[in-house]
């Protein structure tokens, strides 16, 4: 008669044969699929209903919410696939076995959590190699521990983005900037969110002290044994000259851990297979590139180094910088127009009192900086990699 639908159960205060009761009725109406929202508020007396809940619930189900009085709560296995786990205990719960166990949410938030570096860093370590939580889409968590983010980001090839090279969206008012990438085998990417700013939308300007704080953290970095590598600052977004104060909210002595994964694989960017193209097509393709371009492509094989070689021309003006002159195909009318490259060789300790790079993406004029203890011997290994 109606098309009905159940909104919330709250199992609170039911008898376990009570409750096995109404989970049968459950797992055997047709018409109920999915329940939205189902709480738990675990007690001394009680905390065995959800693991009853869990073993035998068949159907979906959208949000767990559960709270908990009990310190030592008994493990439990997810095995209910859910949209969302939300924790809200005043005991800390959320320990690296229950984190590893919920292979089938998408979305966690632990509260204050009972996690350690350590565990981050085993956690983040399953989830690249696919052993575990492998629909994951964003996981949130309070961690009552000093942050340290050399041993969470051990051994993991982690790549720090710069937040002026990348913005990417996870729902639709939460902006981040930057962050810290992480390759899974499959291809797909997880972004620890570190040395990033959010924003709600594609075109904001990044505060100035967000960059600051970046480039601090980099040079904490240098020097250091670690596998894990910075990206160097873009053009792609503008930063402001304004700066911003990023107010967190978490409890005393925590620091947040924020972990999202990108439904996009990394390998559905470059669907064209370039080198199973004819000679003259690819040929046509490459003179149409900028030198570093070509560079990158050149450096894949001894084959891609040796298909075609595009015609550069070097200026040396002076010790402090030098010029690089090529051309790129334009139309038919107008076939070849020039691209001129600008290198200003400078000393690392210039590098805060300069102004950034210019890209022109009309392919007409580009201004870098290039950064050195030794700008000289930066400039003759350039030239190396330029006559190689």
């Known amino acids: 008669m109606f ?103 998408k979305t966690i938030d632990l509260g204050v959590s009972l996690l350690t570096n350590q565990d981050l860093n085993a956690f983040l370590r399953s989830w690249k190699e696919g052993k575990s939580n492998p629909i994951l889409e964003h996981l949130q968590a309070a961690v009552p521990d000093q942050e340290d983010w050399k041993t969470v980001l051990n051994g993991l090839g982690a790549v720090v983005r710069h937040p002026t090279r990348v913005t990417r969206c996870h729902i639709h008012y939460r902006w981040y900037y930057g962050g810290v990438d992480i390759q899974r085998v499959d291809g797909k990417i997880g ?47 503008q930063v402001s000259e304004e700066e911003k104060i990023i107010e967190q909210h ?59 070689r595009k015609p550069v021309d070097i200026i040396l003006k002076n010790g402090k910088n030098f010029l690089i002159q090529t051309s790129f195909k334009n139309n038919v009318i107008d076939p070849r127009k020039l691209e001129t490259w600008l290198f200003e060789l400078k000393d690392v300790t210039e590098r805060d009192n300069t102004e950034s790079d210019v890209y022109n993406e009309n392919h007409v004029y580009h201004t870098l900086n290039l950064f050195s203890d030794n700008p000289l011997l930066l400039l003759l290994e350039t030239l190396q990699l330029l006559f190689e």
């Open 3 to 105: 098309d009905c639908s159940i909104h919330m159960v709250h199992w609170i205060g039911w008898k376990s044969e009570d409750m096995r009761q109404v989970i049968d009725w459950m797992n055997g109406c047709d018409k109920l699929t999915t329940i939205r929202n189902v709480w738990f508020r675990l007690n001394v007396n009680n905390q065995m209903t959800l693991a009853l809940f869990l073993e035998t619930y068949q159907k979906k189900l959208g949000r767990l919410f559960m709270s908990n009085e009990v310190p030592d709560l008994a493990p439990v296995r997810f095995s209910v696939e859910m949209e969302r786990f939300s924790y809200y205990g005043s005991a800390r719960w959320g320990n690296l076995p229950n984190l590893m166990s919920m292979n089938t949410c």
């Open 191 to 237: 972004t620890v969110m570190w040395t990033h700013y959010i924003g709600k939308n594609e075109h904001e300007e990044i505060p100035k002290n967000i960059i600051e704080a970046f480039e601090r953290t980099k040079q904490e970095w240098v020097g250091t044994d670690s596998d894990v590598v910075f990206e160097e600052r873009g053009n792609e977004i």
């Open 250 to 308: 978490i409890p005393n002595n925590c620091f947040n851990f924020t972990f999202v994964v990108w439904k996009t694989l990394l390998f559905e960017m470059s669907p064209l297979p370039l080198l199973r193209l004819p000679f003259l097509p690819l040929q046509n393709i490459i003179q149409n590139w900028n030198i570093y371009e070509i560079y990158h492509f050149a450096k894949v094989s001894k084959r891609t180094k040796g298909v075609i």
